[in-house]
């Protein structure tokens, strides 16, 4: 077998492409509910059988996120057992089934355009299906970037990752935006605290069709990755754990060079026996400081605008939601290249206070706007700053802190518990916040909720710039050795 003398950036730049696109299905799926959203509450609103409420439609709209929590725990044993590129492929398959049955729920089961509680319960199991996607392309994407990359690409490589996630939002935005054309959301009219029905001034069809074709885009996204992904090679790092180092050692060569790959191979089969020590031996404040950092970056609120984003917009009275929903991507992604650029130069810290700070501020924005009459463009700038302060911060540096802060020995189990909270309280916050949004109290009506809801996450990101403050080391220019040696050295002056 003859093995490339010389290693080709185009290949591996081909690779990552493909693996990137997995990250944009991630994006793609968790926000595709932001335009589809309203269509489907107004679809199940029609339903006789039961009562579509708003703790309901607040369950409905996060399903997915059900899924994430059970893909990303499996993710481990998936990457283990069906290796890198079998476990991308699965992911896939999901996000294209989920799609497929998201556009008809009704297939060879239910009447076409019937509302049921049964059919309720079909579209959730396809949302939690494209959920299980989502959570293995979440763990597995950066993991195979990661082991096909050289050294000194590493930290650029997977950083494009969650690059391509914001990116997935904001395509989706736009799809949303382009499948919406001509015609208008549903407009919901309420009964009562908990009781809504559609107005009879709404577009039909946003409410039988629109929102099936939202869901329905994602298909094609999905085809195109896992076609792709069955032309990638397996993770060489996965090879050389099974034994066929003979394979590991042509990827190598292909992407570093024979020479270079001969010795990368070789510190890999160095460590193909990691010694693994219990999760607390240095101590609870490791895992404590990591599990918080994820129940953070959920707890802030922001997966509750970009889910909700058009609805928020349409609130504020200031033109049309979907276009500020596509604006507001545009914003996103250009300030998570903000991260993408300084993380190395100003450290991971700095970045989550500025940002916890500026989201409190926008956070801060919209509750005021509620208390007291300003202009529309007050709330809407608001949003945007909240949402712009959270890309450049929480968004990406908490996956780059929950990657460093571990020490080795007890890494796979301490960010298998991490990223399994991140997805719960990401379910909690992105389920709660339409009956939140929605409280009444007495002559502030429907405003008390605005107000309360955002009240809520400023504060929280208040207490989160503190936490990091007090008690999240800065990982800038360490070695994952030199955290070992913090963390023992933490957990000695603790004891």
């Known amino acids: 077998m003859e ?24 994006g793609y799926d968790t926000a595709v509910i932001s335009g589809a959203e309203k269509g489907l509450q107004a679809f199940f609103l029609g339903a006789k059988d039961f009562v579509y409420s708003d703790t309901i439609h607040g369950i409905t709209s996060s399903s997915a996120l059900l899924g994430c929590i059970i893909g990303s725990a499996l993710s481990g044993i998936c990457a283990s057992a069906l290796g890198r590129k079998k476990s991308l492929i699965l992911a896939g398959v999901f996000f294209f089934l989920s ?5 008809y729920p009704e297939f060879m089961l239910y009447d076409y355009g019937v509302p049921t509680l049964n059919l309720l319960v079909v579209f959730n199991i396809y949302r939690i299906i494209g959920g299980i996607g989502v959570g293995l392309a979440s763990a597995i994407c950066p993991m195979y970037i990661a082991e096909v990359a050289p050294s000194n690409l590493r930290g650029t490589l997977v950083s494009w990752n969650q690059f391509a996630i914001i990116f997935g939002q904001l395509v989706v935005y736009f799809v949303n935006f382009l499948i919406l054309g001509e015609h208008t959301q549903p407009v919901i009219e309420s009964m009562g605290e908990t009781l809504y029905r559609v107005s009879e001034s709404s577009d039909p069809w946003t409410i039988t069709t629109g929102w099936r074709y939202m869901f329905g ?36 060569s292909r992407i570093n060079g024979y020479d270079k790959a001969c010795e990368i191979l070789s510190q890999i089969k160095s460590t193909v026996e990691v010694k693994s020590e219990r999760l607390f031996s240095f101590g609870i404040m490791v895992v404590f400081v990591g599990v918080m950092l ?202």
């Open 3 to 26: 093995y490339p003398q010389n290693g080709s950036r185009a290949y591996l730049t081909g690779i990552v492409l493909v693996a990137v696109l997995g990250g944009l299905l991630f």
């Open 294 to 495: 994820s129940v953070f970056q959920q707890a802030v609120g922001i997966n509750a605008v970009l889910y909700y984003a058009p609805r928020i917009f349409e609130s504020m009275n200031m033109g049309n939601p979907m276009v500020q929903t596509v604006i507001m991507g545009i914003v996103n992604i250009s300030f998570t290249l903000v991260a993408v650029f300084t993380v190395e130069k100003l450290g991971r810290k700095p970045l989550l206070i500025w940002g916890s700070i500026g989201m409190a501020i926008g956070a801060l924005g919209v509750c005021l706007s509620n208390l007291v009459e300003v202009a529309p463009i007050v709330p809407v700038v608001s949003i945007m700053v909240y949402s712009a302060s959270f890309m450049f911060s929480w968004g990406p540096i908490c996956w780059v802190l929950i990657s460093e802060i571990f020490p080795n020995t007890i890494r796979s189990q301490a960010v298998a518990i991490a990223v399994a909270f991140q997805w719960i309280f990401n379910f909690i916050v992105s389920s709660s916040f339409v009956p939140m949004y929605n409280m009444q109290l007495g002559d502030m009506g429907s405003s008390f909720g605005h107000v309360f809801v955002y009240a809520l996450y400023g504060i929280i990101c208040v207490i989160a710039a503190w936490f990091v403050y007090k008690l999240v080391p800065e990982t800038k220019g360490k070695t994952l050795e030199d955290m070992t040696e913090l963390w023992r050295k933490r957990d000695e002056i603790a004891k």
């Open 217 to 252: 885009s994602e298909a094609f996204v999905a085809g195109i990755f896992t076609l792709l992904v069955c032309f990638v090679p397996e993770s060489p790092r996965y090879l050389a754990l099974i034994g066929r180092d003979h394979d590991a050692l042509m990827v190598l």
């Open 99 to 103: 799609a497929c049955g998201s556009y």
